[in-house]
T-cell receptor
Framework: DAGVIQSPRHEVTEMGQEVTLRCKPI?????LFWYRQTMMRGLELLIY????????DSGMPEDRFSAKMPNASFSTLKIQPSEPRDSAVYFC????????????FGDGTRLSIL | GDSVTQMEGPVTLSEEAFLTINCTYT??????LFWYVQYPGEGLQLLLK?????DKGSNKGFEATYRKETTSFHLEKGSVQVSDSAVYFC???????????FGKGTKLTVNP
């Protein structure tokens, strides 16, 4: 079975540029999560969706970040404009729900903002 | 709010040594508990889980028992291998929320 697929795997761009990260969840999973991982802050939940609807975006750091899920098989996380402090590994995960079901993670996008 | 505390790393062991990584939690509801593992350059993978008190999760020789009285979910393995070198995360969900609350992770290095 295909797991969660993220693209690109690596992104290097200059400060001020728009960055778009993409995620394809596991087919049939109702929940989709975006995380950010850094050495300083560990794993942070940014936002999650249920049936394509954003449920909790309290972890989104500021208005420069936005996430969409136009259909059950695709989600994007956008940063505009990007800043060096956004450099991190961004993970997408999906799950069947309910809350005792595990989340399945993609391999992440390593983002470097110069 | 809900939180997870796990032992600080890094942990360095020799092959075939016994492993324990401590994890304690605070939760307002009745949590489900998880251990995830992250190998270098990869995303997190579920290692094991337990959803009610006294349940034992197990996988690949790893075990953890849900202890409600001590609010703990310690990870153990009797004989580690070099291939177990990774970062291990304790996590919980609680109160019907889908949000995973993670510990800070413990890096394990196993030397031959």
């Amino acid at each position: 079975d295909a797991g969660v697929i993220q693209s690109p795997r690596h992104e290097v761009t200059e400060m001020g540029q728009e960055v778009t990260l993409r995620c394809k969840p596991i087919s049939g999973h109702d929940y989709l999560f975006w995380y950010r991982q850094t050495m300083m802050r560990g794993l942070e939940l940014l936002i999650y969706f249920n049936n394509n609807v954003p449920i909790d975006d309290s972890g989104m750091p500021e208005d420069r970040f936005s996430a969409k899920m136009p259909n059950a098989s695709f989600s994007t996380l956008k940063i505009q404009p990007s800043e060096p402090r956004d450099s991190a590994v961004y993970f997408c995960a999906s799950s069947l729900g309910p809350s005792n079901q595990p989340q399945h993670f993609g391999d992440g996008t390593r983002l470097s903002i110069l | 709010g809900d939180s997870v505390t796990q032992m600080e790393g890094p942990v360095t062991l020799s092959e075939e040594a016994f492993l324990t990584i401590n994890c304690t939690y605070t939760a307002t509801g009745y949590p489900s508990l998880f251990w995830y593992v992250q190998y270098p350059g990869e995303g997190l993978q579920l290692l094991l889980k337990a959803t009610k008190a006294d349940d034992k999760g197990s996988n690949k020789g790893f075990e953890a028992t849900y202890r409600k009285e001590t609010t703990s979910f310690h990870l153990e393995k009797g004989s580690v291998q070099v291939s177990d070198s990774a970062v291990y995360f304790c996590a919980l969900t609680s109160g019907g929320s889908e949000k995973l609350v993670f510990g800070k992770g413990t890096k394990l290095t196993v030397n031959p």
